[in-house]
């Protein structure tokens, strides 16, 4: 059993940046995959980014390349997005989700919503134009 905890979301500028945290307790966070996600009001789901349990492979969403990164540190048992030049249009509540590396036989796995199984309880990102 893992929790997730997300922090650092807030209001921004446009323009501005923000880096959030996803901090995970229980199980064996090393071998787990992690996602971030989002969703707007009135909108589905999306995927943001998702990093791998070993060698790091990160993957991004279209909309956020060159903008978003992510990264982990294992020793920390936490996830982090940096998020650069925000848009209005990433406005959202942002999730971070864990699965284990067993789940995932491609790089499409990292994609899908349905490839986590652990989900946290999200966290507020508002970019003002």
């Known amino acids: 059993q893992v929790q997730l905890v997300e922090s650092g979301g807030g209001l921004v500028q446009a323009g501005g940046s923000l880096r959030s945290s996803c901090a995970a307790s229980?199980?064996?966070?090393?071998?787990?995959?992690i996602g971030w996600f989002r969703q707007a009001p009135g909108k589905e789901r999306e995927f943001v980014a998702a990093?791998?349990?070993?060698?790091?492979?990160?993957y991004y969403t279209d909309s956020v390349k060159g903008r978003f990164t992510i990264s982990r540190d294992n020793a920390k048992k936490t996830v982090y997005l940096q998020m650069n030049s925000l848009k209005p249009e990433d406005t959202a509540v942002y999730y971070c989700?864990?699965?284990?590396?067993?789940?995932?036989?491609?790089?499409?796995?990292?994609?899908?919503?349905?490839?986590?199984?652990?989900w946290g309880q999200g966290t507020q990102v508002t970019v003002s134009s």
């Open positions: 989700a864990a699965g284990p590396y067993t789940r995932y036989s491609s790089g499409s796995d990292y994609y899908k919503g349905s490839s986590y199984t652990y």
């Open positions: 229980g199980g064996t966070f090393s071998t787990y995959n």
């Open positions: 990093i791998s349990w070993s060698r790091g492979s990160t």
